[in-house]
């Protein structure tokens, strides 16, 4: 018989000590961690961000709210307090990895994006056009 190869599946698992992202709601675009699973739609948050603005109290928040995030802190305790929580937290360095992460990354283009005016992107798209052209000549001179 053939070899047979089982993979594991790379989904994101409801655990607690994943990092999430809140959607939709009062805490939107701010990282917090799950601390306990209530059931199979809610479960416990708590985020002690060290940015003032992005600290998300300890609550109960549906799943529908909320995107996992790759990011994982490995052995947080289930149900641990929020002192615990953020000393691992800033341990691990949470805030540092969402901010290299290429998912940040691509919100803040987006955001960036969505803020131009009329004008701005008038002068993205002559940018954009004025270094199509000047790769095209640099590909002219190399062919000749």
Do not use: C
């Not at 009062?26 to 699973?37: K, S």
């Not at 708590?46 to 995030?69: E, F, I, W």
């Not at 002192?83 to 960036?112: I, P, Y």
């Amino acid at each position: 018989m053939g070899e047979v190869s089982v993979k594991a599946s790379e989904w994101r698992l409801v655990e607690v000590g994943r990092v999430i992202l809140f959607s939709t709601g009062p805490y939107t675009n701010r990282l917090a961690a799950i601390v306990e699973i209530i059931d199979h739609k809610r479960i416990l948050v708590d985020g002690p961000s060290s940015k003032p603005g992005s600290v998300v109290p300890r609550h109960s928040a549906a799943l529908a709210d909320v995107s996992l995030t790759p990011i994982v802190i490995t052995k947080l305790p289930r149900a641990s307090g929020t002192g615990a929580l953020k000393a691992l937290w800033e341990k691990r360095g949470v805030e540092s990895t969402w901010d290299n992460s290429a998912w940040a990354k691509n919100r803040d283009r987006s955001a960036k994006r969505r803020a131009l005016t009329d004008f701005e992107r008038f002068k993205v798209m002559r940018l954009r056009k004025q270094v199509g052209l000047l790769i095209l000549l640099i590909h002219l001179q190399e062919r000749l």
